[in-house]
């Protein structure tokens, strides 16, 4: 079993940063993928970036690139989200999620996922 608890989201203006952190507990997946996702009211969950806890590996949503930024602190075991020039768009739950069966290329599909947190709710004000 893997725990995982996100922090860090709130209320920013529009053009603002903030830093998601992912924080794992329990059974370690040394091969696993750890994605963030986001989704609003009445939309499907949404893809934002991918992390492998071994290597370097990350993949992003296109969309999100050069805006967001995972990254990763093994000794700690949290996985982070930097998100750069926020706008309303981007107002959502973000989640984390992990899993160590995902084949490559489908990191972005929450489908493969098998462990979720609970959510942080980030809000840009315009």
């Known amino acids: 079993q893997v725990h995982l608890v996100e922090s860090g989201g709130g209320l920013v203006q529009a053009g603002g940063s903030l830093r998601l952190s992912c924080a794992a507990s329990g059974r370690t997946l040394s091969r696993a993928v750890v994605g963030w996702f986001r989704q609003t009211p009445g939309q499907e969950r949404e893809f934002v970036a991918a992390?492998?806890?071994?290597?370097?590996?990350?993949s992003y949503a296109n969309s999100l690139k050069g805006r967001f930024t995972i990254s990763k602190d093994n000794a700690k075991n949290t996985v982070y989200l930097q998100m750069n020039n926020l706008n309303s768009e981007d107002t959502a739950v973000y989640y984390c999620a992990t899993s160590a069966r995902i084949p490559a290329g489908v990191v972005h599909s929450h489908g493969w996922y098998d462990y979720w947190g609970q959510g942080t709710q980030v809000t840009v004000s315009s």
């Open positions: 992390i492998y806890w071994s290597g370097a590996g990350t």
